[in-house]
């Protein structure tokens, strides 16, 4: 109901900004945000196929090229595909009070620094460290969202959630067994990208495609000096660029878009957990296609985390009614 003295204008920012989404099992639009964050992992999950075969590249090098490629894709969409959309948010901006307009400006810029730390260390790990040392990250990316979620966001969770978390938190130990000289690495990209979860969640009102533009255009910026510095040189393989594309388009814009969709619609701590989606499907291509090394330690860990997903969604993979968080 509109208050009667607010204006329609001011109404509509404020619920732009303040309204809270719908939580997980909700309405039907869950069903639509869920799917969406499913299918940007799963996207995720094939991302070694195009990175492994560009080892032989500098890591600053192929992110250089794919932030670059990024900024210049989405600013192209933004300023003549999407001009209307642009305008509005420009006027949605300067209407919002300082305060509100100071937090969504930080909240995005930071969103950008996250990122570009994110996908550097990413790289890094996945072709100088090993594609598992990399799958480890996103295992501990999930617990660590759940838990930042639950102190910032004071998300809630049933007990069938935590015992998931507590699933999870079991396989990552089983895993990090001989791995102890990885487990640094891992941290620091699943915390970038933990942290990026829970603070984009507060980021709301503003169209998410022009948000995740600002912050790659962004992240550009940040990365532009050190170019001519770090840049090992102009790549002249053809081969190189047609990668550097496919990374850009479709496991860089298109399920990060997907992401901050998503979390209109679901908590960050359910992100979390589908996160794992990612790191079960590295293990499996590390495994079936590139033939790494495993061991009994390592197939129990990874069964269990499939163990926790499917008990921290029980509720929406097997249709049961919501009730009360405890």
Known sequence: MQ????????????LLLLVDYPSDFNSMK????????????????FFSLALKPLSAYASLDILFYRVFLCAVIMSVICLFFRKRVLRENVRLLKAL???QRNRA???????GILLTANWFFFIYVMNHISIKAASFAYLVCPIMTTVIAYFVLHEKLSKWQWTAVAI???SCMLLSFNNI???AYSMIVAASYAFYLVSQRKNVGLDKFLVLTVQILFSALI??????????GVPTELSFYALIFVIALLFTIIPLYMNLYALQGVTSSTMGIL???????????????FHEQINSIQIIGYSLILVSIIVFNERFIFGRRRTALV
Request: charged letters at 10%; proline letters at 7%; a neutral charge.
């Open 275 to 289: 996160l794992y989606i990612n790191p079960l499907m590295n293990f499996a291509i590390a495994l079936f296609y």
């Open 3 to 14: 208050p009667a003295n607010f204006s329609r204008s001011e109404t509509r920012t404020d």
């Open 105 to 111: 400006i930080l909240l995005t810029l930071s969103g």
């Open 223 to 232: 990365l532009l000096p050190f170019y001519p510095v770090y840049s090992e």
């Open 181 to 183: 000289a990885d487990i």
């Open 168 to 170: 999870s938190v079991f």
């Open 30 to 45: 869950f069903s639509k945000y869920y799917l969406a964050a499913f299918i940007s992992f799963m996207i995720w999950g």
């Open 97 to 99: 009070p300082a305060r």
